[in-house]
């Protein structure tokens, strides 16, 4: 479903993305793991179309999407769920959800679609007249994922949901997940607490420095290895029975 | 009779506060979703109403053609403003998006010069009636044109902002540019969309105020630009609401310093009251609530 | 020498104090629209103290550009909380107080049996000193010229030493600099006091070189194109400003090609180059390439 080969994207002269090549499969949660500066959300926002790569191709149901603006990527089905939430401080939660649904033109469905983030999120039905910045975190997330699924996107991308969330929220985030997937959303997750992703994850990417160093599937590794290879740096010595899809960058 | 001056000042300080209101709309709107300060708006309107004037003295055209030539200039004035001062600037440039609208306003005031060299111009006046009087008072019916069509614009521009997809994606790109283009917003369109029609807001009140004096002189450029930034900062950045209170106190302040203390002690007395609210006071008319909104924004330009 | 090269010449080079001052506020972060409120009040207290109390010049000079700087530094005590939009505007909003105040200023003696001093609206005339001590225009420009180096040369000091770092953290990143233990508001003080010493010290030679000052000659034009000359030339040394004002007057008003036009052709130029260079030709980027060919020059010489 979405497919991105050798992108570099950069900050001036420092390239954060150096090669990245990945592939998530329709239908699927896929999720993407690795330490703070990895360039994971770097990656999303390339991907999306708010960061324009130097090198490389993304291709969106097989249709080359790279360096398209954002607009663009949405009205190809993709929506993303932005580090640190980013909801519309000054708007309501009503107008928040409506702005998700910027790009549809049919309003009666936009309503009855409200109505159903609504039943979904009882939290934001509770508080739609509020506005978005007096929200807690847990509720601003919640926003920002109902705000994303407005669009009725193909494949929903997720940068760090559950950051600085208290567990039981956190849970409910990944049931949410959970949820999303089995009504057919393809999910492409960035997250940091490893344990969460393997329980919801079919696939599992690594990511360290700006490069792809492992991918696997969680059942065939145990998690505490996953965490040693994400975060302890050891995941330069592949091995293993999983298949490492990266290229030599 | 200070009473009746008192009201009579401050009746007239309405009317044509009504033109600073819709001047600093437009500087709101600019400044909401660049968050830059668009020197070059005063001039823009000066070209639109220049060329109004221009079909109004060669061609003698009418009246409401002139008003469409003078919006129509302005917007286009407007776009090209846009596009060479702001859309080729990134967030991290916005010193020199401001200083080349500076270098705009230069460029379009020389432009307008060439246009119509003589400092002072005739324009087609609004309405030629006599004054009506409401018991001892007295008001002039160009002025209550003004009013009126500052109040419809204002409801025009307050519906647009809170009712429609544009005025939904306007204050959207305002309140997070960067969530705006993640939901699927066309940022840059917004933007253009938005200088557009300030642009065509501040051709109306470059109109408006050029057809109550049946004149128009060189320094329109200069007038709209300080007179507009000052009641948008009275009114306290951001909303179409503190615009209008912004306008309005600042045409009410002048008429009362210009009766009392004489029109050179009234500009001061403008510029004297921004200093003090910003020094002391920086969240203008619309209170502190506003004001931490603000300033981030102010802040960051 | 002719007369006009050395009129031209003069202006440049009266012009480049308000340029460095408003520099000088950039670079601590801050975009002034009014440091020609300090030009013009040096200019007055100079006139003033040669006119009427019969100062020296370079005592007068000192009065004029001690008071702009003070005044300055009053004003930063109340504006220079604010920042962005919010300072650029409190700026403004005191330089036109100023030359409204000036506009309205009326301090008249009888000096040598002719009455003269500040008068309103007209402005103030006859500040005759250069001409009664027999100083011809080349010699005054030669002092105006020696001053500016010497604004110069300690600007190029000061930013080699830890006070010129702070003022470049602080003008980068407040946040950080104060993290990192620097006093921001003294800083940007020091920086405003300065920076209105810099712009008074040229209003007081501008004053005389002209022989008279008027309100019109300190409006919001003057600062804007002040702030526009650092820009143009470069925020990477102080030596930027003075290539904006080179361009603009010594090229554009000065050689006369573009009369008429000049406005057309420099507004756009302008407006292309910012495109091109936000932070103006003479930027970081370009100082440090200048510096190691310079280098590279010397070394190849030994
Ligand atoms: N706007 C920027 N300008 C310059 N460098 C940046 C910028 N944003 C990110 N970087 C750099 O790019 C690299 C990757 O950053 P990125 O935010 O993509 O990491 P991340 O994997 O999302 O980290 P985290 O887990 O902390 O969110 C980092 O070294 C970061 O410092
Ligand atoms: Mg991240």
Redesign the interface.
């Known amino acids: 479903m979405l497919d991105v080969q050798d992108i570099v994207t950069a900050y001036g002269k420092i390239e954060a993305l150096k090669g990245v090549s990945l592939a998530v499969a329709e239908g699927r949660i896929t999720c993407l793991l690795g330490p703070n500066g990895a360039g994971k959300t770097t990656l999303m926002y390339s991907i999306a179309g708010v960061l324009k790569p130097r090198r490389g191709t993304i291709r969106l149901g097989g249709v080359d999407i790279t360096g398209q603006s954002p607009s663009a990527v949405v009205a190809r089905g993709l929506a993303l769920v932005p580090e640190n939430r980013l909801v519309f401080p000054q708007m309501s939660v009503a107008e928040n959800l409506e702005a998700g649904a910027y790009q549809r033109r049919d309003a009666a469905e936009v309503a009855t679609d409200i109505e159903r983030m609504y039943a979904r999120f009882p939290r934001l039905k509770e508080r739609h007249a509020q506005l978005a910045g007096t929200l807690s975190g847990g509720e601003q997330q919640m926003l920002a994922v109902a705000r994303a699924l407005m669009s009725r996107p193909r494949i929903l991308l997720m940068d760090e949901p559950s950051l600085g969330l208290a567990p039981l929220i956190v849970e409910e985030i990944f049931r949410i997940v959970a949820e999303l997937n089995k009504d057919g959303v393809t999910i492409f997750l960035v997250e940091q607490n490893v344990h969460m992703a393997l329980k919801v994850a079919h696939h599992f990417y690594l990511m360290e420095q700006g490069r792809v160093t492992f991918s696997g599937e969680p059942g065939k590794l145990a998690e505490d290895e996953v965490i040693q290879r994400a975060y302890l740096g050891t995941s330069r010595q592949t091995s293993g029975d999983t298949t490492s899809s990266h290229k030599p960058g | 009779m200070v009473a009746l001056d008192l009201a009579q000042n401050t009746l007239d300080g309405l009317m044509v506060g009504s033109s600073y209101a819709l001047l600093a709309i437009g500087f709101t709107l600019i400044?909401g979703v660049m968050r830059r300060?668009n020197?070059a708006y005063g001039p823009t309107i000066m070209a639109g109403v220049y060329l109004g004037t221009a079909a109004f003295i060669s061609l003698g055209a009418p009246i409401l053609v002139v008003l469409a030539i003078v919006i129509l200039g302005a917007s286009l004035v407007g776009l090209y403003v846009e596009r060479?001062?702001f859309r080729?600037?990134g967030e991290?440039?916005r010193?020199?998006?401001?200083?080349?609208s500076?270098?705009?306003?230069?460029?379009?005031?020389?432009?307008a010069m060439?246009l119509l060299p003589r400092h002072m111009n005739p324009f087609p006046a609004l309405v030629a009636s006599a004054p009506l009087e409401i018991g001892p008072l007295m008001l002039r019916a160009d002025h209550l044109v003004m009013l009126a069509a500052t109040l419809l614009i204002a409801g025009a521009a307050t519906y647009l902002l809170a009712r429609t997809?544009l005025g939904?994606?306007i204050?959207?790109v305002?309140?997070?540019p960067?969530?705006?283009?993640?939901?699927?917003?066309?940022v840059e369109r917004v933007m253009m969309l938005t200088f557009v029609l300030a642009s065509a807001i501040g051709g109306i009140a470059g109109f408006l105020i050029a057809a109550t004096d049946a004149q128009v002189t060189a320094m329109i450029g200069?007038w709209a630009t300080?007179k507009g930034?000052?009641a948008m900062?009275l009114g306290g950045?951001g909303s179409v609401k503190g615009a209008i209170a912004g306008g309005l106190l600042l045409g009410v302040l002048e008429a009362h310093a210009q009766w009392f203390l004489g029109p050179?002690?009234r500009?001061?007395v403008a510029?004297?009251l921004?200093?003090v609210l910003?020094?002391?006071w920086?969240g203008g008319l619309m209170g502190a609530k506003a004001l931490d909104?603000t300033?981030a924004v102010?802040?960051?330009? | 020498m002719d007369g006009f090269l050395i009129t031209v010449l003069s202006n440049i080079g009266m012009i480049s104090f308000v340029a460095l001052s408003a520099y000088i506020l950039l670079l601590s972060g801050q975009i002034s629209f009014g440091q020609q409120a300090y030009f013009g009040i040096g200019a007055y207290v100079a006139g003033i103290a040669t006119v009427m109390w019969s100062w020296p010049l370079a005592a007068a000079l000192v009065l004029g550009a001690f008071v702009a700087g003070a005044a300055a530094g009053l004003v930063g005590l109340v504006t220079l909380r604010l920042s962005g939009i919010y300072f650029a505007m409190a700026t403004l909003a005191f330089a036109e107080i100023m030359r409204i105040a000036a506009e309205l200023f009326v301090y008249r003696r009888e000096i040598g049996g002719i009455e003269t001093g500040p008068d309103g609206i007209d402005g103030f005339r006859d500040i005759r000193y250069l001409f009664a001590n027999d100083i011809s225009p080349f010699q005054s420009c030669l002092i105006v010229y020696a001053l500016l180096v010497a604004v110069l040369a300690t600007l190029f000091i000061v930013e080699r030493t830890r006070g010129g770092r702070m003022l470049r953290q602080v003008g980068e990143d407040p946040l950080l600099a104060e993290v990192n233990g620097i006093d921001v508001m003294r800083v940007r003080i020091a920086a405003a006091l300065s920076a209105g010493a810099v712009a008074g010290l040229g209003g007081g030679l501008y004053a005389h070189l002209l022989t008279y000052v008027e309100p019109r000659s300190f409006d919001i034009m003057l600062g804007v194109h002040a702030l526009a000359y650092g820009l143009i030339g470069g925020l990477g040394t102080a030596l930027g400003p003075l290539l904006g004002v080179l361009i603009d007057i010594g090229l554009l008003e000065s050689t006369r090609v573009f009369r008429g036009y000049r406005m057309i052709v420099f507004g756009g130029l302008v407006a292309v180059l910012l495109i091109v260079r936000p932070r103006g030709l003479l930027d970081e980027v370009a100082i440090s390439r200048i510096r190691q060919a310079l280098r590279r020059w010397r070394h190849a010489g030994d």
């Open positions: 400044f300060l020197l060479l001062c080729p600037f991290g440039a010193t020199a998006s401001m200083v080349a500076f270098a705009l306003w230069m460029q379009i005031e020389e432009a060439h997809k939904l994606a204050r959207a305002i309140d997070q960067r969530a705006a283009a993640i939901v699927g917003i066309d200069m300080t930034l000052v900062m950045l050179q002690v500009d001061m510029w004297g921004l200093f910003l020094a002391f920086p909104r300033m102010g802040r960051r330009v």
